[in-house]
C-alpha cells in the first residue's frame, strides 16, 4: 500500500473550553465533540484471504476526523478571522461563506470576520479593494444566489505582501476557497507565516468544478454542475434529433479531469460519444471519431457528443501560454472539433447540421442544489472547527463518506483523474455504447 | 389609415354540418361557434374629439375571427391532413402538432393525419424521407419536450415538386409550422394548389422566435425563449460581479427585430446595455460603446450587455452570403464585440474580465412554459377550424387578445421591429438607464 | 350593447411639464408621451352585415389609455407616496411595488415613497407598525423572491381611521394592491378623501389570483399559479397511474371564478374532471360525479380530478361565517370531497386509492415567471403614471392587449367569471372529455 | 464492537464466463470486474492509541463489495428476470428500472425482462393484472417522469400465491424494489423459493423516502426529496413573513426517522422549529412548543415549524389500526398542530395567521435530480450483477461511498434513525437555533 502523509499540523496546544456548548445552549453531549484521536480510514477495501494486510489498515492509511473540538486553541472573542475566494466561480460558493460565518459567529462568538474582495488580489494593496465586514445578517441569503459575494480572481502579489497584509490586518485565521493552484497559494502563505513566527491558521475549502484534487471524493458544486450541464446536453440532443443527421456538441469543464464529462453522460444519457483528457483520440483513420460518428448517424440519424474542455490537446497546436493561476491555456476543443466535423461531413457530401453549445459560464455561475448546499454547509462549519483547534495548512474534504482533515501539501501533490479502466469509464463506456477506443494503433 | 387587407380566401362554401356537438357530446350552445361575419377591429386606438374617425374604425380594419364554424368545407371523414415544420428550433413546436392532432382526432374525427419529415426537405422524394403517421397516443405528451418530434430544416424542392407530393399524397390540408421563408413558401404552394385546381387548404401557424411576423402579437415560444434568456443575463450578471471590472456579454436571438433583448431586459433587471438591429451604435468615439462601457465599470465595478444577433451589422464586415431559407448570413457580432471590448480594455490598461454566453440552442431547445403551451394548444386548434372550414392562405394570429385569421400575403409583406421611439423601448431605456444614444453625430 | 362609464376622475389640471424626457435624459420623442385623448375600443367584435353598429364603437366603448402624460398634476418633489398590498399572497406583488418605486424615483425624481406594513392594518395606530421607507436599493432584487416585502392582511381599520393616518403621513398619492373587496376600500377611502378636500390620488393595481375582477384581460400572477398548479397536477397523474385505479384529486384557487382550474386543465392536459364554481354537478345519481369517476376508472385505471375551491358549494352545508374582508367562507370541497369518494368506493368493494393535494399556499408564495414579472412591472409603472397626472379612483388594466385605466367603481360592480357556454370551457371539455353536465335533470 | 452478519447467500458456484467484455466490446481489463474476496470495511472510525483495535477492524466488519463478477451463476440467454415496484412513491423509481433493464439487455444480453403490475398484487393471479414486457425502448426515457411506471401498492397475496406465480413465471431473478415491509416480504418469498428447491435470485433495491433502513447510508431518492420540500419550506417562509405573527408549518415524510425533516431544515435555513419522532416535545408548560414559539414570534414576527409525519405520536390518541403493509396508521400531527396552535393563540387573544402545508404527494411524485438520478443507475446495475452471480437476499447499499451487498434479514432488523446526540441534530439546533428540550421535566 501507498505510504501517504496524512499528519495535520497544528500551531499549538489546545487549552481553551470550546463555548459550543453555552453559545448554543447545549450541553456537551449535545455537541457532538470529536475527539482528536478519531481517524477514519483511508483506504477501506479488504481483501480477504491475503495475507498480513490487517496491519495495512493502520499504518499510513489514518485520516484525521473533522469536528468540533472540545477544547480549542484560539479564544473566540480575540479572533478576527478572514475569508477568501479564488479562481473560477463555482456553485457553492457562497453557501461556504455563509457557513463559515455563521459558525464563527454563532457557535463561537467570534465577531470580527473579514471578506477579502477578489482573491489573492484583495491582499495587494496597490489594488486598493475595500475589505468587506461579514455577520450572520448580510449573508442571510446570499446560498440563493450563485457566485461569490466577494468576488475572486486569478494570481495576486507575492507571497511576502500576502502575509504583510494579513499581518496588519490582524488575522489570527484566514479560510482559502479555491482549487489547486489557489491551496499551493495557502501554503506558501502558511510557510512564511511560520517563518516569521505568527500564529495564524490556514485552512482551505477545496473548489474544483473539475472534480480533480485527491483526496476528495467529491467537490462541492460538482453535482451542481452535472445538474447544469444535463440541461445543455438535453438541449443538445433535442437540436440533434431535429435535424437530418443533427449532431449536437457541448462543452464542459475538465482541464484535466473528464468527471464532469462522466457523469454528465450517466446523468443524461443522451450523449452517445464522450471525450476526456483521460482517454486519446484521434479525428482521423478507420477508427477515429469522425468515421465512428459518420457511422453513428447512418445508424440513428442524429449525434451527440460531450467533450471535457481538456480532451484532445495533443490535437491541436499546443499553445504554451499559461494564465495568471499558472494553469496552462488551452485551445478551445470545442470550437476546433467543430470545424473539423463539418469540413469532414462537407468533403463527403453529407449533411453538416452541428450545434455546438458552450455553457460553462452558465452552469459555473448557478446557485448550489439543496443537496450541494447541505454539503457546503458541513464544509464551511468544519473548517471553521479545524482553524479554531488551531490545525493549519489542511483542507476540509470528504473522505469514505466522513468529514477529515487532509493536509494540503498532500492533498495537491497530485491530481485525481477518471480511470479509464474503472468502474465509471465502465460505465460511460456501457451507457454511450461508444467504442472501446478511437485510435488506430 | 393605412389600407390593410384582410379578407380571407376559402376553398368553396361550407355546407356540411359541424360534428363538434355530436363529437364532443355538446350541445350546439357549447360548441362555442364563431360566426363568419363576425370581425375583429385591427387599430383600437380611438383619438376622442378628432373628426371622422367613427368610419375608419369600420373600413379596412376587420380581421376575421378565428373559431370553429358551424358549417364547413370538408366531410372530416375524408380528410387527410398534413402537418410540416421548417426553420430553427422554437419553444412549443410539439405543442402546436399535438394540438392540430388532437383537434383533428377529437373534435372532427378525422382519422389520417401525417408528419412531413425535417420541413419541406420531407416532400422531396429523392430525401427518401419516410412519413410519420400521428395519432391522440404518439403525440401524448409530446408537449412535455422541447423540439419537434417531426424534425426540421431549411430550403427544399422546388415548389412543383412540393405540390407534386403533395397531391400524390392526397392530403386536403396542410398545417405549416415556420417563420417568413416558410410561410412565403405556404403562399407559393397554396398558389400553385389553386393552379392545378385542387381543393387544398393551407394553413400557417406562425413560428418566430425572434416574434418579427407582422400581425401578430406574440410569436408562441416567445415567452419561453424570454424565460430562459433571463437565465443566462442572470449568469452573466453573477460573472460579471464576480470579477475585477467584470463584464457579462450575452448574445440572444434576434435577425432583424430586437424583441428577445428588449423583453429580456425588462424581466432580467440585469442588462446595462441593449443592443438590438433597430438601434444604430458606434463602439468609438466620446459617445459609442466602449466609452459608455467605460465610465459604467468605473462607477460600478461590472456591467452586463445584452445584444441581438442582429445587432451592429453595419460594424462587421458584410457577409453577402445567404442561408438556404435565403436568409442573409450574419457575422457574429457576440464574438465580435467580445473580441472588441478586450482589445479596448486592454490598450487602456484596464483590466478585461469578459465572460461571453451564447444560449441560443438552448433557449431554441427548451420545453413551453405551461402559459405558452396554452397559447400553442390554441393556436393548433384554431388553425384545424380553419383548415376544416377551407380557409386557405391563411395564418392563426392573436390580436388584441383575440385570435385571428391573417391572410400569408398581408402578415409576410413587412416584418415587426421594435419601435425605437415607443413604449418598450423607453422602457428599454429607463431601467437600463443606458445613453440614449451611442453613435458621435 | 350595454352602457358602461369608464369615466376616470382626476385630481385637477396638469399644469406641470412631466420631468421624465430630463430625468432619463430622453428627448420628447423617446418619452412616448400618451395624450389625454386616446382611448382603446372597450368591445371590439363587429358583426358585418348588422345595421347601424358602427356607432356603437364609439359610444360607452371607449377606456382611458394609461401611459405617461406630457403635463402632469403634482410637483415630484413634493411628493409622498405611499404603498399598501393587501389580502392572500399572489405571484408579483413585490415586482409591482419595485416597479412603482423605480418609476417614481428614476422617472419622476419622487424621493419619499413609504411602504404600509401588513395591509390597512397598517394605518391604524393600535397596531403600532412602523413604516418601511422604499427606494431602488432595498427594492432591487425583491421581484427574485415570491410574496410581499409590506406584509399583507385582510380587514382593517374604520374608513375615517385610514383617511385620518394617511392624512397624517401627508401622503399626495396612495398605491393599492389588492382584490375586490381591497379596491372596494380603496374606493371609500377615496370618497372620504374627496370628502375632507384632500388632493389625494388614489390608484390601484387589482390583484385577483382568481382572475375574476371584471374589465381586466388577466390578472397578475395568474400565470404564475397557472404553471405551479400544472406541477400539482403532475404530481396527482403520477400518484394516480402508480395505484390501482389511483385518483388523484387537487384543490386550486377559485371562490367564484373557475379560471386556474380551467387554464390549469389546458396547460396540464392531465385532469379528467374539473370543477369549477360557474358550472354545478351532483355527485349521485346516473349522471353525478361519482358514477362518471367509476366508469373513467374501469376504462383507464385512473383518474385525475381539479376542483376549484369554490366549486360545489350547494353540495356543503354553507357556512354563514364571513372572514375580515367580507368574503364568505367555505367549507372545504377538496376535503368533503375526498371523504365522499373514498366511501363510495369502499361501498362498492371497489379499491379507494385518493391522494389528495392542496397546494394553495405553494402557489401563492411562488415568484413570478419572467412573463408575469414583465406584465408586473408594467403595470407599475403606469400606476405611476396615473398617479401622477392626477387620476384617481382608478385601476391599471390590461384589455385588448393595452393598458387602461378601468374606474374602481366600474370594475368591482360585477364579478367575472368562466362562461360555461364561452370558449374556454368548451376547451376544457374538448381537452378533459369529460361529461357535459353532472347533474341529473 | 457489536457483531453483525454481512454474509451474503448464494444460489450457487459461478461456473459461467461474464459476458460483458464481449456484448460491450470491451476487452477484460475495461469490464472492471469485481472480485468475490473484496470487502469493504463497514466501521471506519480508529480510535488511535486505544488497544487492540486493529483487529475490530477485520471480524464482522466486512462488507461484501458490489459489482460486476467475471464468473456469473446464471446462464443470460436462459434468463428471465422480473421487477417489482412496492410501497408509496418515491422519487428515482423509474431509474432503477431503466438501469435494471438496460444492464440486463446489454451487459449480459438477456431478452426476457417482465414488469409485475402494482407491487406484490401483481402476483395475485385474482387481481387479473397484466404483466408488462420491459425493453431499452419502452424504457428509454422514463427517467425523466416521476412514479413507477408499473404501479405499485401495499399488502398482496399470501407468501405462497406469491411464489406459485413466480414459479409458474418461470422467472430466474426477481428484483424487489421497496422498503422495509417490502424487504420483509422479498426474505418471506426467498425463504419459501430455497424450500421448493427453485434456483431464483431475489436481489432488493431498498427505497425509503424516510431514508431509515440501516446499513444503507443515503436512499436513492431522499435527495430529490430534500429539494422539494425545501421549495414547501420557502413558501412557509413567504407565508409566514407576509402576515402579521405569521406561522408557516409544513409537514413532511418521516415515520419513525426524521432525516428528511433534519436535511430539509439544514438545507433551507428558514426553519426555526423541527419536530421529528426521535425526540419528543410538549406543547404546553413553561417549555412546551407553545411558549416557545410566542417567544420566538415577539421576537421576530414570523416563524416556521417543520414537523415529520412521525413526530409527537404521544401527544395524539394513539391509533391501533395498521394499514396493509403492516404500518402503524399514524394520526395526522401537522393538522393536529395546526388546530392546538391556533387555539391557544386565539385564546391569549394573539394573532393566529397559520398556514399549513403538506407537501407529501408533490415530494414523492418528483421525478429525480441528476444526482439522485445517477445513483439509481448504479444500483440498478449493481442490483443486476449480484443477481447474474446467484446472490440471494440480498440489498445493494451505498456504504462509506462504495457500493456493496447487504443481507436483506441484517438489514431490516432494526431501522436507521437520526441520533439526537449525533452531528446532525447538533447541526439542526445550532442552524435553528430552537430550544435543545422543549419538555418541562
Known amino acids: 500500500m501507498e505510504e501517504l502523509d496524512f499528519t495535520v499540523e497544528t500551531l499549538g496546544e489546545c487549552k481553551i473550553e470550546s463555548p459550543i456548548p453555552l453559545k448554543n445552549n447545549m450541553d456537551e ?46 479564544q473566540p472573542n480575540h479572533v478576527h478571522a478572514g475569508i477568501i475566494t479564488c479562481g473560477g466561480l463555482c456553485p457553492g460558493l457562497n453557501d461556504v461563506i455563509r457557513a463559515i460565518v455563521r459558525s464563527l459567529w454563532y457557535e463561537y462568538g467570534v465577531r470580527r470576520i473579514t471578506g477579502i474582495r477578489y482573491g489573492y488580489q484583495g491582499l495587494d494593496p496597490n489594488n486598493n479593494l475595500p475589505f468587506k465586514e461579514l455577520n450572520p445578517t448580510n449573508v442571510d441569503d ?9 468576488g475572486s480572481s486569478r494570481g495576486g502579489p507575492s507571497i511576502e505582501t500576502r502575509v504583510d497584509t494579513i499581518e496588519r490586518m490582524n488575522l489570527n485565521m484566514l479560510f482559502v476557497i479555491g482549487g489547486d493552484g489557489t491551496q499551493h497559494g495557502a501554503l506558501y502563505i502558511a510557510d512564511e507565516i511560520k517563518r516569521r513566527g505568527l500564529k495564524i491558521s490556514v485552512v482551505g475549502v477545496p473548489k474544483t468544478i473539475d472534480n480533480d484534487i485527491s483526496f476528495i471524493q467529491k467537490s462541492f458544486g460538482v453535482e451542481t454542475a452535472v445538474a447544469e450541464a444535463v440541461n445543455a446536453v438535453y438541449s443538445a440532443h433535442t437540436e440533434a434529433k431535429g435535424a437530418i443527421d443533427g449532431i449536437g456538441l457541448v462543452k464542459v469543464m475538465g482541464r484535466e479531469s473528464g468527471f464532469i464529462a462522466a457523469h454528465t453522460a450517466l446523468a443524461s444519457n443522451d450523449a452517445n460519444f464522450v471525450l476526456v ?15 465512428a460518428l459518420d457511422k453513428r448517424l447512418e445508424r440513428s ?5 460531450l467533450v471535457a474542455e481538456g480532451a484532445g490537446q495533443d490535437l491541436l497546436e ?7 493561476s499558472g494553469n496552462k491555456k488551452l485551445a478551445d476543443i470545442g470550437v476546433f472539433l467543430a470545424q473539423k466535423i463539418v469540413e469532414h461531413r462537407k468533403k463527403k457530401g453529407l449533411p453538416a447540421n452541428l450545434k455546438y453549445i458552450d455553457p460553462s459560464y452558465m452552469i459555473r455561475a448557478a446557485a448550489a442544489t439543496p443537496n450541494d448546499s447541505l454539503y457546503c454547509a458541513r464544509l464551511g462549519t468544519n473548517a471553521v472547527h479545524a482553524a479554531m483547534a488551531g490545525k493549519t495548512k489542511v483542507l476540509i474534504s470528504m473522505w469514505n463518506y466522513h468529514l477529515v482533515h487532509v493536509p494540503i501539501g498532500t492533498a495537491i501533490s497530485k491530481r485525481k483523474v477518471v480511470d479509464p479502466k474503472g468502474p465509471i469509464w465502465k460505465d460511460v463506456l456501457s ?3 461508444m467504442p472501446l477506443s478511437m485510435t488506430n494503433n
Open 29 to 74: 453531549a449535545h455537541a457532538s465533540f470529536v475527539n482528536d484521536n478519531e481517524r477514519v480510514l483511508y483506504d477501506i477495501i479488504y481483501h480477504e484471504g491475503s495475507k498480513n494486510n490487517r496491519d495495512d489498515y493502520v499504518e499510513g492509511n489514518l485520516m484525521e476526523k473533522a469536528g468540533a473540538r472540545r477544547h480549542i486553541y484560539f
Open 142 to 150: 446570499i446560498h440563493t444566489k450563485g457566485g461569490t459575494i466577494l
Open 277 to 291: 483528457p483521460e482517454v486519446k483520440f484521434e479525428l482521423d483513420g478507420p477508427n477515429g471519431l469522425l468515421e
Open 301 to 305: 440519424f442524429h449525434a451527440v457528443i
Open 318 to 324: 499546443a499553445s504554451n501560454a499559461k494564465d495568471e
Open 431 to 433: 451507457t454511450t455504447r
